[in-house]
């Protein structure tokens, strides 16, 4: 670590040591989906010091992202998110790797990506993309944080295969939503994308005290926050396929 990384980081090396702060740098997470949650925990990663951060999303930047997408300006209109991402990120913090992957996710791109990584981060919106995300994170013994928005609610935990329920086991239902595109009130993916990079950077700094096993609601509209305990479900068919 260069002298002007020490100084980058003084903040947080009091916290975590030096030895912690070379553990970011040589750490490698991948951020699905850089709209609303994404936006901010992949911009609370960089800044933090992690040395290699993937991007993937194959979406482009529409005027109805402003309102919540953190990352964008009016100047990215009909650009591609990863791109923009990840120039502005290498913007913000030239000591660390951004690799964006403009691509659709499907099982056989992140079974490619996920060899190289330690942690992922699901900042998606859709349902069908986190299950994606659960059946190769289980596959290949990969961690990840689960995030989801609604309106003023949100929702995560941290899935660690073979020590916590798959996501499958959280949510055996699709929740049915009839509304599209989805309401979200700005703040919400704030809120819920710097928790995901608080969990991301605690496993992989080695801390205890994670949000695993357990979810976190979030009520913007009363500021309420409340964890509950969840465990496998014994009849969970996907736990009994991974374990």
């Not at 502005?88 to 099982?107: G, M, S, W």
């Not at 990584?117 to 596959?139: F, P, Q, S, T, Y």
Request: net charge neutral.
């Amino acid at each position: 670590m260069s002298r002007r990384e020490g100084e980058r980081y003084s903040r947080q090396i009091p916290l975590i040591g030096v030895e912690g702060q070379v553990k970011l740098k040589k750490s490698s997470v991948l951020v699905v989906g850089v709209g609303g949650l994404g936006s901010v925990a992949s911009f609370y990663l960089a800044a933090a010091g992690v040395g290699r951060i993937f991007l993937l999303d194959n979406g482009i930047v529409e005027e109805s992202n402003l309102q919540r997408q953190i990352m964008y300006t009016i100047d990215d209109i009909g650009k591609p998110k990863a791109i923009v991402a990840a120039e502005r990120l290498k913007r913000l913090n030239p000591y660390i790797d951004i690799e964006p992957i403009q691509e659709d996710l499907t099982e056989s791109l992140l079974s490619k990506i996920i060899r190289n990584i330690d942690v992922i981060v699901d900042c998606l919106d859709n349902w069908e993309g986190r299950m994606i995300i659960d059946r190769v994170a289980h596959r290949y013994g990969k961690p990840f944080i689960h995030a989801g928005v609604y309106g003023f609610y949100g929702q995560l935990t941290v899935i660690i295969p073979g020590k916590t329920p798959c996501l499958r086991c959280i949510f055996p239902k699709k929740p049915k939503i009839e509304e599209s595109p989805l309401p979200i009130f700005p703040t919400t993916p704030g809120v819920l994308g710097v928790l995901e990079a608080n969990e991301a950077l605690k496993l992989l700094l080695g801390r205890d005290n994670l949000l695993a096993n357990k979810l976190l609601i979030y009520d913007g509209s009363i500021g309420l926050f409340e964890v509950v305990e969840i465990t496998m479900g014994p009849d969970c068919p996907a736990c009994k396929e991974y374990y």
